[in-house]
């Protein structure tokens, strides 16, 4: 099992920057690829970005891509997500999910609470 708890979600103006965080505890953090989907309201689960635990393989979906950010420091068992030139499309509630391959699909074993961020214009 592993538990994973966001944070670091807020409101912030359009253009703004936010930082999440994701703690991972349970089974070994580094040998899971980690991901982060976001779910705005009446939208379909999104996906965001995802890296694999030796950091060699990072993928972002189109919309982000050159604006977010993942990071991973296994050593402290914690996945990032930076987030720049933040816009109103972004608000949504952010997850992050643990499973075996950095993967924009929804194959991920374990996620958490969600944390939200609204962008507001």
């Known amino acids: 099992q592993v538990q994973l708890v966001e944070s670091g979600g807020g409101l912030v103006q359009a253009g703004g920057s936010l930082r999440l965080s994701c703690a991972a505890s349970?089974?070994?953090?580094?040998?899971?690829?980690m991901g982060w989907f976001r779910q705005a309201p009446g939208k379909e689960h999104e996906f965001v970005a995802a890296?694999?635990?030796?950091?060699?393989?990072?993928q972002y979906a189109a919309s982000v891509k050159g604006r977010f950010t993942i990071s991973r420091d296994n050593a402290k068992n914690t996945v990032y997500l930076q987030m720049t030139s933040l816009n109103p499309e972004d608000t949504a509630v952010y997850y992050c999910?643990?499973?075996?391959?950095?993967?924009?699909?929804?194959?991920?074993?374990?996620w958490g609470q969600g944390t939200q961020v609204t962008v507001s214009s």
């Open positions: 999910e643990a499973g075996r391959a950095a993967t924009p699909a929804r194959e991920y074993d374990y």
């Open positions: 349970g089974r070994t953090f580094g040998s899971y690829a």
């Open positions: 890296i694999n635990w030796g950091r060699t393989i990072v």
